[in-house]
């Protein structure tokens, strides 16, 4: 995503469903900070107020006029990257009759958060699952059920993750079950990488935290890690999808990383299930991060009648390399779940998961 920084002194306090236009907050951005080069996410930023008086920003996109309104979803981003890393799938939703909610993590940027990520942390803010879940999921959901008043068949909601955000989809269904209609993930490992590959993997996240090298070189060592691309194959910035070297914050992921991972350790294997509730899980065949042996094909193996698998000619960046075919499998397990959705099923893990790695 493009990083929308409101002026602190011109923002008034948040308060559920402050709405922006994207192209409102471009403006801003760029004449307040003279950013140009980024792509914003699709749709109109909401904040949300969360149980520590903090905010929760999101990106909302409803289908075009005439379309009609299937369900919900509200989609995590990748660990350190920003929404607009949905950006085509997003669109590929809404064409079926999706709304998306692309949450944007906590930051430290300005007009944001009244709290900061040190702040929530220090207070303990995500100690727990459920208390980290209460600031970065549930105050959606609560405004979406509230909006709907009476309605006696209110639209669905379903979670979706990519990559560190699948985690998260994954223990929001698993802690209120009953709120969601199923569960997609992506790019959804559970065991440590080699050590070689983690080396790649954090040199590959430095490289563009600090801009170091050309971005000829950046692309390639972004490529070889995150994405399938021929060895013997030169790699070019243009080939990389739209905004992942601009829209890259470790602003979360980095203070939090360690109260989150201790919230997930605490609650042991029992979220990866997603509380049972009807799971599709789109694996790229070459993902070296999150091979499909130990994650795709692991989940669809562990529980063949609640797990849909979908595999992609892709890497890690599935989302990002093949975003039509993505956004076709997922509207295509929405509108089944939708129409008949499947009772909640608990199945009991024959997987050993090691929950260490944030991937």
């Given at each position: 995503?493009?990083?929308?920084?409101?002026?602190?002194?011109?923002?008034?306090?948040?308060?559920?469903?402050?709405?922006?236009?994207?192209?409102?907050?471009?403006?801003?951005?760029?004449?307040?900070?003279?950013?140009?080069?980024?792509?914003?996410?699709?749709?109109?930023?909401?904040?949300?107020?969360?149980?520590?008086?903090?905010?929760?920003?999101?990106?909302?996109?409803?289908?075009?006029?005439?379309?009609?309104?299937?369900?919900?979803?509200i989609l995590f981003p990748p660990g350190m990257w920003l929404p607009s890393a949905w950006n085509e799938v997003v669109a590929e939703l809404n064409v079926r009759g999706i709304t998306t909610y692309a949450i944007e993590l906590p930051g430290e940027w300005p007009g944001y958060s009244k709290k900061s990520v040190k702040a929530c942390v220090k207070a303990g803010t995500y100690s727990t699952l459920?208390?980290?879940?209460?600031?970065?999921?549930?105050?959606?959901?609560?405004?979406?059920?509230?909006?709907?008043?009476?309605?006696?068949?209110?639209?669905?909601?379903?979670?979706?993750?990519?990559?560190?955000?699948?985690?998260?989809?994954?223990?929001?269904?698993?802690?209120?079950?009953?709120?969601?209609?199923?569960?997609?993930?992506?790019?959804?490992?559970?065991?440590?990488?080699?050590?070689?590959?983690?080396?790649?993997?954090?040199?590959?996240?430095?490289?563009?935290?600090?801009?170091?090298?050309?971005?000829?070189?950046?692309?390639?060592?972004?490529?070889?890690?995150?994405?399938?691309?021929?060895?013997?194959?030169?790699?070019?910035?243009?080939?990389?999808?739209?905004?992942?070297?601009?829209?890259?914050?470790?602003?979360?992921?980095?203070?939090?990383?360690?109260?989150?991972?201790?919230?997930?350790?605490?609650?042991?294997?029992?979220?990866?299930?997603?509380?049972?509730?009807?799971?599709?899980?789109?694996?790229?065949?070459?993902?070296?991060?999150?091979?499909?042996?130990?994650?795709?094909?692991?989940?669809?193996?562990?529980?063949?009648?609640?797990?849909?698998?979908?595999?992609?000619?892709?890497?890690?960046?599935?989302?990002?390399?093949?975003?039509?075919?993505?956004?076709?499998?997922?509207?295509?397990?929405?509108?089944?779940?939708?129409?008949?959705?499947?009772?909640?099923?608990?199945?009991?893990?024959?997987?050993?998961?090691?929950?260490?790695?944030?991937?």
């Amino acid at each position: 995503m493009a990083l929308v920084r409101m002026p602190t002194s011109s923002c008034e306090p948040p308060v559920v469903c402050r709405e922006y236009t994207v192209q409102r907050a471009v403006r801003e951005q760029k004449r307040q900070y003279s950013v140009s080069d980024h792509v914003p996410p699709l749709g109109t930023i909401t904040y949300f107020d969360t149980p520590s008086g903090s905010t929760l920003r999101a990106y909302r996109s409803r289908p075009p006029s005439g379309v009609e309104e299937l369900a919900t979803a509200i989609l995590f981003p990748p660990g350190m990257w920003l929404p607009s890393a949905w950006n085509e799938v997003v669109a590929e939703l809404n064409v079926r009759g999706i709304t998306t909610y692309a949450i944007e993590l906590p930051g430290e940027w300005p007009g944001y958060s009244k709290k900061s990520v040190k702040a929530c942390v220090k207070a303990g803010t995500y100690s727990t699952l459920d208390s980290l879940l209460s600031e970065i999921c549930f105050p959606v959901v609560h405004v979406l059920r509230s909006s709907q008043g009476e309605n006696a068949n209110p639209l669905p909601i379903f979670l979706g993750g990519w990559a560190y955000g699948n985690r998260l989809a994954r223990a929001a269904a698993w802690l209120r079950p009953q709120l969601f209609a199923g569960v997609i993930i992506a790019s959804a490992g559970h065991t440590t990488p080699p050590q070689k590959l983690q080396r790649q993997m954090l040199a590959c996240m430095l490289d563009l935290k600090f801009g170091f090298g050309s971005s000829k070189y950046r692309a390639r060592k972004f490529a070889t890690v995150f994405m399938h691309v021929d060895p013997n194959t030169k790699v070019d910035a243009a080939q990389i999808p739209a905004g992942t070297f601009v829209d890259f914050s470790a602003s979360f992921v980095l203070p939090a990383g360690k109260a989150v991972t201790a919230a997930f350790a605490a609650a042991g294997d029992e979220w990866v299930y997603a509380g049972g509730l009807p799971m599709l899980v789109l694996q790229g065949a070459h993902d070296r991060l999150s091979p499909r042996d130990k994650s795709g094909l692991a989940y669809k193996q562990a529980s063949p009648e609640q797990v849909t698998l979908v595999e992609l000619e892709a890497g890690h960046w599935c989302i990002a390399e093949q975003p039509q075919e993505c956004g076709r499998a997922i509207a295509k397990f929405i509108k089944a779940q939708a129409t008949t959705p499947s009772p909640p099923l608990r199945t009991a893990s024959s997987v050993s998961y090691d929950l260490s790695m944030a991937v």
